[in-house]
């Protein structure tokens, strides 16, 4: 190695392992330190003695500060950001900062819930607000010590000094500061002041991750726990006749098998036995309402779209007149299949009911709904029930519903045991609750070249759009507007998938306006950003999107993307959309080779407000976008006699990896408060998607996932 570069390579200093954002990892190391003798190790602040300050905050007598995350961890990222906004304010070195998931506490925390790309909308002044008032009384412990005033003293990095230059750390003032009155009105930092918000830092998690510490519910033991595999009705729609279990109990490691409601358990003294049992049982099943089929979906769907039975959710103007006097109706259906969640991580629960109290631990969105849903189940008091969260391999809505704890619980209260439910990947695939089918058909009246009237209808199985869907564009925007639901019942179990309802919605609406703007004549862009121009200004309080924002994500999105000048071979798509209070739009660039059309790249512009944490934004949106791309291009279920037609990934088609493609990520600079992001990329891809292939092949598509309707799915598929 020459001199030169010997140096120049000994200069760095790579001090943590982290994850890069295209996927790949850098692990490094100090060259210097690797040369000394006698080097202290890194201090590990996880093993410090804190002393209590709050229900966030514990500061060690050396100034590290340990950090309460309240909210579930799903991958979302809220275990760094939160903690972010409390160090943030607190004024402390985030490397001196040990971040801890905290146990559900009703009394100190509110909103403990993954859901909605919400926590750090509402953790935003909250949070900032702990960290400044532990601050405040940090420096108030000080300038008591000193005797002198309180403003006459600042605090930063942990180190508190006054006016003649004293100093002491915020360890060296923890305890008499917990004990000081709670300040009221602190001031917040002016954003330009930030020195972690609107900084990358790596997931805290990140080195127990790659290097498989335990972490996940899936990790959690206790010294006696058994193992519980539940075998369920094969197919919706059936309840439990008879069973034998001789041949199960009969397993080297089997303890015991127990009925409880419509199921069986097996408990074991590992997953493997417990499975294995499972599959020993002979269980007689008969059918106790109708066994449904995919066909009889689409049947009942088309019916209602086609009928006159509509719940009216939002109506502007007057639709039936402004149809009965245009030139011309643009009119389309749109049909979506049920998707399962497929976590990578699959449902599990720890339980062990106990007379004294009933302790929970593992993997779930909604911790404080579901200790409520636990406590009544078994007919105890609630305040009896301790719930601790372990990080999830994956929620995307599956563990809003913690029907999972529920039968670990249960199943604990029955055997007097300590009890881990853990599901198979073709329990997960096949137990229930997934993304509803739903059909939109959408019309536009045209006249005289203009819109005048826009007709939404949807219907889905078992439920419909929430209340503030109607309100997003293009409602305000038309003059005449309206938004019907209808549903049809069903006993297969659904709920909230990744985005509820905008998944596919807005590829819907966005394919439908590419395909609009064509009939008018307009420029695509174009007639986005006029449609636009009515909205501004509006004095209608239900309209949920700013016409400003949706404006400036499609001009950087357009800008970005050399909209319209694509390489020879390459086709875009575009779309835009707001959900979960955020505003987004994508271009999809797609080359066909072979026939197939392949998806290159995509340009996201969002508009998020603040960006708390960008290395995690990053992660948020890509994945969004991937996620999208995936499901509504290859992915497909379906139901026969109320059995599920796909039950493992060798059936079931997610993305892989040469198909993801490369998705690069814009902001809009902005001070607004930051809202989510863990939803709000996904619903636009899919349109943009249908649009570029749109551009490459002439062919319009109506119906997810694409792949499975361009005719060339075996050549995808091999």
Known sequence: MKPSNKLAFSRRSFLKTSALASGGMLIGFNLFNACKENVDPPIDISQ??????????????????TIFSPNPEIGQGVKTSMPMLIAEELDVNWDDVYVEQGKLDTENYTRQVAGGSQSIRHGWEPLRQTGATAKQMLVNAAAARWGVEASECTAKAGIITNANGDKLGYGDVVKEAALLEVPEDVKLKDPKDFNIIGKGKSNVDIDKIITGKPLFGLDYKEDGMLYASVLRPPAFGQVLESFDDSEAKGLSGVSDVIKFGNKIAVLANSTWIAMKGKKALKANWKQDSPAESTALHDQKLLELLNGNTFDTRRKDGNVKKAFSEADKVLERTYESPFLPHNCM?????????????????????????????????????????????????????RRLYGDFVLEAAEISNLAKKPVKVVFSREDDMTAGTYRPAIKYKIAAAIKDGKITGYHLKEAAINSNMYGLIPNFFPAGAIKNYQVDTANYKSNITTGA??????????????????????????????????????????????????????????????????????????????????????????????????????????????????????????????????????????????????????????????????????????????????????????????????????????????????????????????
């Open 497 to 718: 998938w990744r985005a509820p309802y905008t998944n596919f919605l807005a590829s819907a609406e966005q394919s439908f306006f590419d395909e609009l703007a064509e009939e008018l004549g307009i420029d695509r862009i174009q007639l986005h950003l006029d449609l636009l121009q009515n909205v501004k200004g509006t004095t209608d309080k239900r309209i949920q999107y700013s016409p400003e924002r949706l404006e400036g994500v499609i001009k950087l999105a357009v800008e970005k993307s050399n909209w319209g000048k694509a390489s020879d071979g390459v086709y875009q798509g575009f779309s835009v959309y707001y959900c979960h209070n955020t505003h987004v739009a994508e271009v999809a660039d797609i080359v066909m080779e072979n026939g197939v059309p392949n998806v290159k790249k995509v340009v996201c512009a969002v508009d998020c407000g603040v960006v708390v944490n960008p290395l995690g934004a990053l992660n948020q949106i890509k994945g969004g976008v991937i996620d999208g791309i995936g499901h509504s291009m290859y992915s497909n279920f379906a139901f026969k006699n109320g059995r599920p037609q796909f039950n493992n990934f060798n059936d079931y088609q997610l993305i892989k990896m040469g198909q993801t493609p490369e998705v690069e990520v814009y902001f809009v600079e902005s001070d607004i408060a930051p809202t989510g992001l863990g939803e709000p990329t996904l619903p636009p891809v899919g349109a943009a998607v249908a649009n570029a292939i749109y551009a490459a092949t002439g062919k319009r598509l109506y119906k997810q996932p694409y792949m499975s309707h361009m005719n060339i799915e075996e050549k995808v598929l091999g």
């Open 345 to 397: 991580e699959p449902m599990n629960f720890f339980a062990n009911v106990t007379p004294e109290k009933i302790h929970l631990v593992g993997p779930i969105q909604t911790p404080g709904g579901t200790a409520r849903r636990v406590a009544k189940l078994l007919d105890r008091k609630e305040e009896e029930v301790l719930l601790e969260m372990t990080r999830m391999g994956g929620g995307f809505g």
């Open 48 to 65: 410090l003695n804190f002393n209590d300050f709050n229900a966030f905050i514990k500061i060690s007598d050396e100034g590290k500060v």
